[in-house]
T-cell receptor
Framework: DAGITQSPRYKITETGRQVTLMCHQT?????MFWYRQDLGHGLRLIYY???????DKGEVPDGYVVSRSKTENFPLTLESATRSQTSVYFC???????????FGQGTRLTVV | GNSVTQMEGPVTLSEEAFLTINCTYT??????LFWYVQYPGEGLQLLLK?????DKGSNKGFEATYRKETTSFHLEKGSVQVSDSAVYFC???????????FGDGTTLTVKP
């Protein structure tokens, strides 16, 4: 199906483990984003990418790694998960700068 | 840097009441402005947008006008319904650097 999809939808992992959240979009949008959503903090930008092989830090990048070898994929890796990274993670894409963003359904990650 | 300040919630209204959710922003340049809505368990979706000063965005009975002189983009609806219960986010379009800025979100509950 066309659109932006995230996987998995739910994930429980242990402290210290590496975990990768996947994001795939079918529109060939240039921009892709990762956000985390926590109560009391709204949406916070973790990383973003303006094109394949171009990524940059957002507001809260520590503890996360991204890559974008293909336009359509933008995986987010937690190298060594901590409890503070328990959150709902949203991936989004937009066709260009300053245009509307399309969001995935989110991944609810729990670190125990 | 760019920032968005949204009216704090939660907001509780009776069906058919008038809704206003305030949003003010600080930005360099003239970014597009957006309102997104998030229903329980879902990702954000665009509600309406405005791309330049004095533009009015509208959708599903919601309206917001891009006011450069007051740096505001308040969301209004004349008669809310129970189905409008959701979280509403005000946002600035991405900057030249690619970063996006969201407000903290306002939770609206409409009671029958």
């Amino acid at each position: 199906d066309a659109g932006i999809t995230q996987s998995p939808r739910y994930k429980i992992t242990e402290t210290g483990r590496q975990v990768t959240l996947m994001c795939h979009q079918t529109w060939s949008h240039s921009y892709m984003f990762w956000y985390r959503q926590d109560l009391g903090h709204g949406l916070r930008l973790i990383y973003y990418s303006a094109a394949a092989d171009i990524t940059d830090k957002g507001e809260v990048p520590d503890g996360y790694v991204v890559s974008r070898s293909k336009t359509e994929n933008f995986p987010l890796t937690l190298e060594s998960a901590t409890r503070s990274q328990t959150s709902v993670y949203f991936c989004a894409s937009s066709v260009a700068r300053n245009t509307e963003a399309f969001f995935g359904q989110g991944t609810r990650l729990t670190v125990v | 840097g760019n920032s968005v300040t949204q009216m704090e919630g939660p907001v509780t209204l009776s069906e058919e009441a008038f809704l206003t959710i305030n949003c003010t922003y600080t930005a360099t340049g003239y970014p597009s402005l957006f309102w997104y809505v998030q229903y329980p368990g879902e990702g954000l979706q665009l509600l309406l947008k405005a791309t330049k000063a004095d533009d009015k965005g509208s959708n599903k009975g919601f309206e917001a006008t891009y006011r450069k002189e007051t740096t505001s983009f308040h969301l209004e609806k004349g008669s809310v319904q129970v189905s409008d219960s959701a979280v509403y986010f005000c946002a600035l379009g991405t900057t030249n650097a690619g970063k996006s800025t969201f407000g903290d979100g306002t939770t609206l509950t409409v009671k029958p």
